[in-house]
T-cell receptor
Framework: DADVTQTPRNRITKTGKRIMLECSQT?????MYWYRQDPGLGLRLIYY???????NKGEISDGYSVSRQAQAKFSLSLESAIPNQTALYFC???????????FGPGTRLTVL | LAKTTQPISMDSYEGQEVNITCSHN???????ITWYQQFPSQGPRFIIQ???TKVTNEVASLFIPADRKSSTLSLPRVSLSDTAVYYC???????????FGGGTRVLVKP
């Protein structure tokens, strides 16, 4: 679904480097989310934003920061990447009283 | 937060009906029950959502008993392409009760 796009799709970096993952959406949703998924496991929420001025920590926010530049853009940063941040990262948008979410294609990040 | 419990895996055969039951004993009055499907290396995809009783769409049905402490996702006549991980979530209106557990790995065999 091209309504939610993520860049880059794949990234290999080294320990200590700063990395930014970007997410854009054309769905017009106010809510945006960042998740990470480790092999064989479910998704864990890193940060979420209900509008441009609202940023909230999820269950695993340590080592990450986010920026909501506009309604349509929500970026995730790793200030100093470490190997255990190697994972698949998903951005999602949400809408409605029951918060149905729409996910992007994911970014596969490898930290060496 | 309403925690969900669902089986780790299920096997089925093409053409059969697959039923996945999810327990959510601590569901709150305003919570919805939502199911997602995920294929390898792809983002989860919304399948169905309900509040009570039964909901049906072109993909699946969702059965929710009166006490709402569990729910059952029913996939009719599965095909090989239904092999995926299925997640049950209990979602509050505030949108901050988003917990994906391990999901149920469904394997559809020929």
């Amino acid at each position: 679904d091209a309504d939610v796009t993520q860049t880059p799709r794949n990234r290999i970096t080294k320990t200590g480097k700063r990395i930014m993952l970007e997410c854009s959406q054309t769905k017009g949703h106010d809510r945006m989310y960042w998740y990470r998924q480790d092999p064989g496991l479910g998704l864990r929420l890193i940060y979420y934003s209900f509008d441009v001025k609202d940023i909230n920590k999820g269950e695993i926010s340590d080592g990450y920061s986010v920026s909501r530049q506009a309604q349509a853009k929500f970026s995730l940063s790793l200030e100093s990447a470490i190997p255990n941040q190697t994972a698949l990262y998903f951005c999602a948008t949400g809408t409605g009283a029951s918060d149905t979410q729409y996910f992007g294609p994911g970014t596969r990040l490898t930290v060496l | 937060l309403a925690k969900t419990t669902q089986p780790i895996s299920m096997d089925s055969y093409e053409g059969q009906e697959v039923n996945i039951t999810c327990s959510h004993n601590n569901i709150a009055t305003n919570d919805y029950i939502t199911w997602y499907q995920q294929f390898p290396s792809q983002g989860p995809r919304f399948i169905i959502q309900g509040y009570k009783t039964k909901v049906t769409n072109e993909v699946a049905s969702l059965f929710i008993p009166a006490d709402r402490k569990s729910s059952t996702l029913s996939l009719p006549r599965v095909s090989l392409s239904d092999t995926a991980v299925y997640y049950c979530l209990v979602v509050g209106a505030a949108g901050n009760k988003l917990t994906f557990g391990g999901g149920t790995r469904v394997l559809v065999k020929p």
